[in-house]
């Protein structure tokens, strides 16, 4: 097993997940094992410190519940972890009463930069040179820090952000952003865990983000990299200029965003043009869509065309083409709602949108921003202002500024096109998506600042 897999299947035990198959391969590890003996000690200590917490009284608890944990405390899955390594039970109590048992663990990595530091603990003291060891984890509050590890691998945090090193190949980002590179022979496969992916660099460099909420992010800043998801043995593979975020929860949605080639062509690196043989194109006679909340622009010169144009199965035919786009009016938020006419098993949802100006650098109207949300039901529960859509599933979130860090117009796409996918092929069984859209741009004047979408496509199954 790869210390990654050890990782996970220490995590599984303690949470009362694994098989009796995988606790008697963990409990043969652990005793031939010093790293993967001391691996489990520490995870299996910080599940009884949250056991104990989970029991304290709510007043006692908000210190604690205010640090992001990697797992949720299951207190009776402690006990249950006890019971499952007995025939090492004495050898576990010896070294968990043993002073200074951390401080045997082999260094894993170097300090090498530091820039303007502040660690959450007052009491962490790093400087540059100094090891680090499997197990610790460093809590960044503001500035960066530079590792190096003994395979050769380089990780910069950049606060806030909490990392936990857990062998000289792979780390668990908890919370916030790390650049990582894995240029050398050695340091290939070097591993970077979130609460929801795995990231794993094939030689190359990456941005991984990790969300309070549980959703990870990666960008691909050369090279490539595969994005594993618990559970799935499929391995999503990005290249140099490819991003992907993951989302939390059981569905464990992805979000790809691609830029076109600029022509009516509609063409994109991996991402398949609009579709008229989606479920949702009008000409099945069973999908509908309508705006239910906002409106859309239809002052001339410039009117929007009607919202069943984004069921047609076409494109715009040229970069500024407002009768063939779907947009709401300056600085206006929106919601636009597709009836499929019976719930369907959705294993895909594409979103294309298209804008140029004779101004080559203005962009503006090519972001895709909104929240996707769905109901399975005979009728949607209603959509008020604000944020509160109860009743509603969030499926994902999209900001392709974000996608594309752009700092300038001239960064941004002017042709888009965003998948969003379920990791093991389904995002869900609804009937009714509910897309709430954001103007492009925050500003305090009228501007005209809403996405000219082009086509909303739905794959999947009734």
Known sequence: MS???????????LDGLATPEEVRALSQRIEKDSAARQLYLRKARLHAALGAAETQPSE???EFNSVPSLTRPRPLAWAASIAGLTTLSLLLWRLLIAPGWEARAAPVATLREISDARWVTPEA???????LRAGQ???????????????GARVTLMGPSIFELTSDKSGFLTLGRLKAEATTPASKGFTVRTRTARVVDIGTQFIAAAAPDGQSRIDVTDGEVHVLLDGSTTAHRLRTGEAMSVEAGSAQVLVRIEPGDGTAAFR??????????????????LATMKVVRGELFLRAPIPSGPPELLLDGNGQNAPDSPRESVFFGPNDSGALLLDLGQPVTISQITTYSWHQSRAA??????????????????????????????????????????????????????????????????????????????PTQSVSQPVLDNTFYAEFDVHGNP
């Open 3 to 13: 210390p990654d897999e050890i990782d996970t299947l220490i995590e599984r035990h």
């Open 60 to 62: 006692d608890r908000t």
């Open 125 to 131: 003291r790093f400087a540059p040179g100094d090891t």
């Open 137 to 151: 984890t460093l809590e960044l509050s503001a500035g960066s820090a530079a590792l190096e590890f003994t395979s």
């Open 268 to 285: 994109f690196p991996t991402i398949p043009p609009p579709s008229r043989d989606d479920i949702a194109d009008r000409s099945r006679g």
């Open 361 to 438: 650098h203005n962009r503006v109207r090519a972001v895709q921003k909104f929240t996707l949300y769905g109901f399975n039901g005979d009728s949607p529960p209603s959509i008020e202002t604000g944020t509160s859509r109860t009743g509603w599933v969030p499926i994902a979130r999209v900001d392709s500024d974000d996608f594309f860090r752009v700092m300038q117009p001239v960064d941004r796409p002017a042709q888009q096109a965003c998948l969003i996918a379920g990791a093991n092929g389904l995002i869900g069984r609804y009937r009714f998506l509910l897309w709430e859209v954001e």
